[in-house]
């Protein structure tokens, strides 16, 4: 099938840090770790397939090799659970909800919250998905031809409206702006590597140089949290029919999920928690895959135009069916591709609970293992021409070639993440509803530099040229 695509004419090389040849030292890490962590993975991470030292966090594991990604992931699981860093920095803004939560308690919520994920639910929330696509054009439809606009926050913006329509269909009662610039300032002063949580320094030590804005913060949880009560009273007056999977909101979801072994629902605390974990979990990253798609699409023309040419012939006018998004195999690819060479989670860590042994390698217990898809997709054992933008490779036919451990933008095992299914076809109804009426070149004398906060967004924006098709 890839057979029947034209070969890549001109190889592009997004840009990315130039990788340090030797380790660096511990000021010069902390520093990067706080302005720009994927800097600091030197030039021998591309290209061994384990690496262990010992430093400022402890006993590091970096681990690159398919097979060792897979014991620590899914063949011995049990013995790995998630570090003390980052639930340092997780916890503060998210909570206990399933992104933090452990042990008993993560197992609990992840099986009282997989109801709201299935596939069938997923579908569910195409309408909404089309609905946010839809505003959000209308929005840009008084734009001029050839105007310059900043898509990294048009699509934060948009990503938000899709959580906002598919969380909570039943309004915000607020001003949906103030409620979007809350939901940023809190996700934005949360999530950052600071000296103080690395080095371990108490919770009261203000984090100087991390962006807080006590009011932003209070107002969205605030808000979040009486939403939630509204939703409760009103569903208290108004019980839901019992099949309502298919059809229903996330949060009557949520205040109806149950744990199928012990038939207990969430927690007030949890509900909270896990309306912010959807949000802080599912908005910018989202929105980063989208924007990198955009960018990496501008970039390669020959490609876009193949992309146009599948939408056109592919869609019609009217809202975007399931049916159609499984045939759009190259907006596809182009998503993955934009996954892979800019993974919006672009680190994963585990601290080892007991000994083990991977890789020819004796782990200690306590030792943090790390699993960077920054680095793992961009591995020279594991891709061919792993710094070119080639969608192709993505293409069915190819993509069934790749190492199900060697590319991890949703993780693996039983922590993968949950809104993998919703995620997708998020991006496939936005960047497809998005190609079918309009084309973005990058705005010239822009340098595109990608930098870590809690997801991998492209530093100062992306300003891009709107262009009708
Ligand atoms: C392109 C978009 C997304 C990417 C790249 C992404 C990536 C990831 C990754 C890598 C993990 C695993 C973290 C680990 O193993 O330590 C994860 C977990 C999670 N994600 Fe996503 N995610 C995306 C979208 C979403 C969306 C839309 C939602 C919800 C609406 C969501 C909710 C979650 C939750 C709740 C977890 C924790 C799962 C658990 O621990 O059981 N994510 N995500």
């Not at 990496?296 to 399931?322: K, M, N, Y």
């Not at 693996?412 to 995620?423: D, E, L, S, T």
Request: aromatic residues 8%; charged residues 20%; proline residues 9%.
């Amino acid at each position: 099938m890839s057979a029947a695509f034209p070969a890549l004419r001109t190889p592009f090389q997004p840009p990315a840090p130039v990788p340090p040849e030797g380790p660096i030292g511990p000021l010069a890490f902390l520093y990067g770790l706080w302005t720009n962590p994927i800097g600091t993975w030197s030039a021998r991470n591309f290209e061994l397939p384990v690496i262990e030292s010992d430093g400022l966090l402890g006993r590091l594991v970096v681990v690159n090799d398919p097979v060792a990604i897979r014991h620590v992931f899914v063949d011995n699981v049990a013995n790995y659970r998630k570090d003390a860093l980052q639930l340092r920095i997780l916890r503060p803004g998210l909570g206990n909800g399933l992104l933090t939560a452990d042990g008993e308690d993560w197992r609990a919520q992840r099986r009282a919250l997989a109801p709201l994920f299935t596939p069938r639910a997923t579908a569910g929330f195409l309408a909404a998905m089309s609905g946010a696509a839809q505003w959000l054009l209308e929005r840009w439809e008084p734009l001029r031809e050839g105007r310059r606009i900043d898509i990294a926050p048009e699509m934060s913006r948009v990503t938000l409206d899709v959580l906002e329509r598919t969380i909570f269909p039943q309004g915000l009662g607020r001003d949906p702006q103030e409620f979007a610039r809350a939901a940023t300032q809190y996700f934005d002063s949360i999530g950052r590597f600071h000296p103080f949580d690395i080095v371990g320094a108490p919770a009261w030590l203000p984090r100087i140089g991390r962006k807080t804005s006590a009011g932003a913060m209070s107002f969205f949880g605030g808000a979040v949290e009486e939403i939630v009560a509204a939703r409760r009273r009103w569903l208290q007056d108004n019980p839901q029919p019992a099949d309502a999977g298919g059809s229903a909101d996330l949060l009557t979801l949520l205040l109806d999920a149950r744990d199928p072994q012990t038939g207990l629902g969430l927690g007030e605390d949890e509900i909270r928690a896990n309306i912010l974990t959807f949000i802080g979990a599912g908005h910018e990253t989202t929105a980063n895959a989208l924007t990198w798609s955009l960018y990496l699409l501008s970039q390669d023309p020959d490609w876009r135009a193949e992309v146009e040419r599948e939408i056109d012939t592919v869609l019609g006018d009217g809202p975007i069916g399931a049916a159609e998004l499984e045939t759009l195999v190259m907006t596809r690819a182009t998503i993955d591709e934009a996954l892979r060479l800019y993974p919006p989670a672009p680190a994963l860590s585990r601290e080892a609970i007991g000994a083990d042994e991977f890789a020819g390698c004796k782990i200690r217990a306590g030792s943090t293992i790390i699993v960077s898809p920054w680095v793992l997709h961009r591995h020279r054992r594991l891709w061919e021409a792993p710094a070119v933008f080639d969608p192709r490779r993505f293409l069915p036919g190819r993509r069934e070639t790749i190492d199900r451990f060697a590319y991890m933008p949703f993780g693996a095992g039983p922590r993968i993440c949950i809104g993998m299914g919703f995620a997708v076809q998020e991006a496939m109804v936005l960047l497809a509803s998005i190609l079918r009426r309009y084309r973005f070149d990058l705005a010239p004398g822009h340098a595109v530099t990608p930098v870590q906060r809690v997801t991998l967004r492209p530093q100062g924006g992306m300003p891009m040229i709107l262009r009708r098709r």
